[in-house]
């Protein structure tokens, strides 16, 4: 058997693991998991929620509208990744589900707010008005031949003119946007008002009656 011989300068034996060594390791464990006195980075602060809504702020009784909501920070950034809390108030005006899509019940204005799903959580707001408007006689009213036939007699810069502005009322419809609709029957009763050609007066004189029609339909 080997006999193991004290070095006269180290007061260790061979592989004694000394006090020194052992300092030494759990320096370097302090130093591999990051135990420091540095503080640690923060996340971005919520300082608003913005919501936004595809149609304006008009729905139709009957209609759905899908909102979106964002997280900004105090300089307007959106910060990515958040999950929000949908609610309505008044619910029996308008209900909204988890994600954000708002079914119009009746006539009424309503409050939307989407709230950060955070301990101190931060919302937003969107007032919606809903309105009864009767989208079904609307579709009918602009595709009555009668009326169809008017446009269609029309001189070619005013004809086109209003051709495109029904086709928007046509999209905004099946939209749901009664911001946009009421955008195009505005440019149809300029050209009803501005028209040059007598001919045009005339056809357009009679159609403004369907655009009183549409109007009224909307139930402002």
């Given at each position: ?25 759990g320096l370097m464990v302090l130093t591999t998991f990051g135990c ?185």
């Amino acid at each position: 058997m080997q006999r193991r011989t004290l070095d006269p300068g180290n007061n260790s034996y061979p592989g004694q693991v000394t006090w020194e060594s052992a300092a030494v390791a759990g320096l370097m464990v302090l130093t591999t998991f990051g135990c420091s006195n540095r503080p640690t980075e923060s996340t971005t602060q919520i300082a608003s929620v913005i919501i936004t809504s595809p149609i304006d702020t008009i729905v139709a009784v009957g209609t759905t509208v899908q909102l979106t909501a964002s997280a900004q920070d105090a300089a307007g950034a959106e910060i990515t990744g958040i999950n929000f809390t949908w609610s309505s108030s008044p619910a029996f005006i308008a209900s909204v589900d988890a994600d954000g899509l708002v079914t119009a019940l009746q006539e009424g204005a309503i409050t939307i707010l989407a709230t950060t799903d955070e301990t101190a959580g931060v919302s937003g707001s969107l007032m919606l008005r809903v309105v009864p408007a009767n989208l079904i006689l609307i579709n009918e009213i602009l595709a009555d031949p009668f009326g169809n036939s008017l446009v269609n007699n029309l001189t070619f810069n005013t004809r086109s003119v209003v051709e495109d502005a029904l086709a928007e009322c046509a999209n905004a419809i099946d939209t749901g946007n009664i911001v946009v609709l009421i955008a195009c029957l505005t440019v149809v009763r300029t050209e009803v008002h501005s028209a040059t050609d007598a001919t045009d007066r005339v056809l357009l004189g009679v159609y403004e009656f369907y655009v009183t029609q549409i109007e009224q339909s909307l139930n402002l």
